[in-house]
């Protein structure tokens, strides 16, 4: 006999996954974790007795559930279920899947929707941080059809407009978790930073890049994904992750200047597949790094900014990402504080029914 666990798939951003409500999984970790490797088909590389789509990116679950906290209306919990290892690691966020999350828990009868538009406040619980989705609803009523585009999704969808205030160190403890804007590993110059989501940031062409490789190319360099990852686990330690070896963090971003009109031009391992297009928490911390004098990413980016309000392009293999900013103290890493960051997402209800595990 099989049994029938209520889950709806989801597209959030540029990422797909399955969404739960916590009271339909088991409370206890281990529990849940060996029943989401069966539910998705890991490990495999196929994920082929599984929901799993054979890619980090659509080997995702968010699980959600009403909060008991001050000011909050939902919790959300991501995990990545790892490809090809039996492994479940909420170590990291994911931006994209937080996309699905407020149409999720309207569905769910858990938010209330307003009229027009309604306003979803978000724990992020791993990494202890809150988000504002803001979702149309006619009527009461989830709108998925719109006419926002994102790269890396074909067509038009309802916009979700994403606002994050509190995610510097999110997991690292610091923005700036070695203390420095630059560091060296290895021979290459890299700046670890963790604005949501803890990235290390690589010079393209220190590597013999150009920096508009597809992702296919680079997966193919065995030397190169050698070297980032030698850089990887050393980097790990420095920005207090511990021992990253079976972590999905830190992604490491190799950045070159922009190619079609944006600030900065990006290609994430994220961390042994190289994403389609840039992760949101990602970009976000890309574009902070932009911000900073002497970083990595500074030597790129083309426009020089001052504190205030701007929205930074990053590039991507499929096209761009705008991440709109509110920063004070950019003249030195001391004073540097970043009080907004906001960005556009959608998300399509793909499915709601059982998954049988
Ligand atoms: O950085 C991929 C994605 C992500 C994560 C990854 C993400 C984020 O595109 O917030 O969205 O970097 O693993 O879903």
Redesign the pocket.
Known sequence: MQTAIPCSIMR????KGLYFLASDLPSDSSKRDELLLHIMGSPDTRQIDGLGGAH??TS?VAIVEKSTRANTDVDYLFL?VVVDKAVVSDT???????AGVAPFAIEQGLVNANEKTTDVRIHMLNTAASAVARVQTPNGKVRYKGEAEIDGVPGSAAPITLDFLDIAGANCGALFPTGNAIDEINGYSITCIDN??PVVILDASEFGLVGDESPNMLEDNEDLKQKVEGIRLIAGEKMNLGDVTNK?IP?MSLVSPAKNGGVINTR?F??HRV?E?????????VASACVLKGTVAYRYANQNFSDGEFDIVVEHPTGQFTVEMQVSGVTQLSTYKIHRSALLRTARLLMVGSAMA
């Open positions: 959030g951003g540029t990422s980090p990116l995702k990545q990291q966020n994911c931006g994209n899947l937080l949501g989501m999905t992604k994430t994220i961390p994403h297009a840039i992760g949101v928490l990602g970009s976000v911390s």
